[in-house]
C-alpha cells in the first residue's frame, strides 16, 4: 500500500515537471503532429504526375508526332519541349526528367522493316521521378511498338486477330497488392510518424532522468521510496500514457485527413505500439544514466536517431545493407516496430504475424531495464546513506 501511495506521489511529481517544461511540452505534442503535418502536405499528391520530358524529333513524321502524342498523354508524363535539332536540348538534360530521341528516317525505317532505335536518356539525379519517368516512356514506347508490329502484319494480309496472337506469344496481367496505386504518401507517412515518436521518446526520457542528476534532486526522489521499480514506472507511465493517447490521436485525425489507410486489427497496433514505447523508455532513461547532462544526452540521442530511419530498413531492405550494419539495425527498436507496422497497416496482421518483432522489442527493453534499474538502486541507496 506504501508503494501505491509513493508510485502515485512520483506520477503526480513527474506530471507536474513535465508540464513546467516548455520545451520539452512543445516537442513531445508538437514534433508528431507538425511533422505529421508536414510530411501529409508535402506528399499529399501521392504519386508523381506530369514529370517534364523533351523529345528530339529528328524525323517530323506523322508517326513521330504519334509518338509524341502518345507521350504528351501518359499520366506520368508531360511533353514540355519539341525539338527538331540536337544542339538545341544538347545541354538541356538537367531541366527535365529525360529526353527522348527519335531519329532522322524513322517511320521509313518502320515500314522497310528496318528496326530503328529511339534514344531515351533518363535523368537519375532523382531516382524516384527518374523511375517514374523511364517507366511511362516505356509503357508508351512499348504499347505503340505493339501496335505497329499487329498492324504491319494486317497490312501483309493477316487477319487482326491473327496478327495479335502471332505478335503476342503470352500476355501479363499485373495486380498490385496492399498499396495498389502506388501511393507515396501510404508508403512514408508511417515510417516518418515512427522515426519522430522515437526521437521525442528517447529525449522525453532522457531529458527527465538527466535533469534529476543535473539538480541533484535524487534526494527529494529517495524520501518518497527507494523502491528502483517504484521509481521508474512512476517516472515512466505518464509519458506512455501520453504517448499512447497521442499516437491514438494522430490515427483518428491525421489518418482520414490524409486518406490513409486504417488499420483493421487495433489491438495489435496498440500491442506493437505500447512495446515499442515501452523499449524507447528504458533505453532513454539508460542513456541519460550513461551521460547525466541534459545537453550531452539530447546531441547523443540527436546522433542515434538521425540514421536509425535510414537504418531500419523501411525504405531499403535490411538484406542489401552489409551484415555490420544490419546487426547495429537489430538493436534499434524503430527497426522492429516499423517492420511490424507495416505488417499491421497494409497485410492485416494478427499477433502471431508480429510476435518475433515484439519479442526483439522487449529484448531491448529487458536488457536496457535490467541495468538502468541496478544503476538506479545503487544511486536511490547511496542518496539515502547522504541523507
Not at 61 to 82: G, M, R, T
Not at 154 to 177: C, M, N
Not at 275 to 289: E, K, P, Q, R
Request: glycine share 6%; charged share 15%; net charge negative.
Amino acid at each position: 500500500m506504501k508503494e501505491f501511495k509513493s508510485f502515485f506521489k512520483l506520477v503526480k511529481r513527474e506530471l507536474k515537471l513535465f508540464f513546467s517544461n516548455d520545451v520539452l511540452v512543445a516537442v513531445f505534442f508538437g514534433a508528431p503532429i507538425f511533422f505529421g503535418l508536414l510530411v501529409g502536405f508535402t506528399y499529399q499528391q501521392a504519386s508523381v504526375k506530369q514529370l517534364s520530358i523533351a523529345v528530339i524529333d529528328q524525323d517530323n513524321s506523322p508517326l513521330s508526332h504519334k509518338v509524341i502524342d502518345a507521350l504528351d498523354e501518359n499520366f506520368y508524363l508531360q511533353v514540355d519541349q519539341i525539338s527538331y535539332l540536337e544542339e538545341d536540348v544538347k545541354h538541356d538534360l538537367p531541366k527535365f526528367e529525360a529526353i527522348v530521341r527519335i531519329p532522322k528516317g524513322f517511320e521509313g525505317d518502320i515500314n522497310y522493316k528496318r528496326h530503328p532505335h529511339i534514344q531515351v536518356e533518363v535523368n537519375g539525379a532523382n531516382m524516384i521521378t527518374g523511375n517514374y519517368a523511364n517507366i511511362g516512356i516505356r509503357t508508351v514506347l512499348g504499347t505503340l511498338n505493339a501496335g505497329i508490329e499487329i498492324l504491319g502484319l494486317h497490312k501483309s494480309g493477316i487477319p487482326l486477330e491473327t496478327a495479335k496472337e502471332q505478335w503476342e506469344a503470352f500476355s501479363v496481367d499485373d495486380t498490385r497488392y496492399f498499396n495498389a496505386t502506388s501511393n507515396y504518401l501510404t508508403f512514408i507517412w508511417p515510417g516518418i510518424i515512427g522515426a519522430v515518436l522515437q526521437q521525442v521518446f528517447l529525449l522525453a526520457m532522457a531529458l527527465t532522468f538527466s535533469k534529476e542528476h543535473e539538480e541533484n534532486t535524487f534526494g527529494e526522489i529517495a524520501s518518497i521510496t527507494t523502491n528502483p521499480f517504484t521509481v521508474f514506472f512512476g517516472k515512466a507511465i505518464p509519458y506512455w500514457i501520453i504517448g499512447v493517447t497521442l499516437w491514438i490521436g494522430l490515427q483518428l485525425t491525421l489518418f482520414p485527413l490524409f486518406k490513409l489507410p486504417m488499420p483493421s486489427n487495433y489491438g495489435v497496433l496498440l500491442a506493437i505500439t505500447s512495446v515499442f514505447i515501452l523499449s524507447l523508455t528504458c533505453l532513454g532513461v539508460l542513456i541519460s544514466w550513461l551521460l547525466p547532462s541534459q545537453l550531452k544526452a539530447t546531441e547523443v540521442l540527436m546522433v542515434i536517431s538521425t540514421p536509425s530511419f535510414i537504418l531500419s530498413g523501411f525504405t531499403w531492405p535490411l538484406n542489401a545493407m552489409p551484415e555490420w550494419i544490419q546487426n547495429i539495425s537489430n538493436l534499434i527498436p524503430l527497426t522492429h516496430f516499423l517492420h511490424a507496422l507495416r505488417k499491421v497497416l497494409h497485410f492485416d496482421a494478427n499477433y502471431s504475424d508480429v510476435i518475433l518483432d515484439v519479442q526483439n522489442m522487449l529484448i531491448i527493453a529487458l536488457i536496457s531495464f535490467v541495468v538502468m534499474l541496478i544503476l538506479l538502486y545503487r544511486k536511490l541507496k547511496a542518496t539515502k546513506l547522504v541523507d
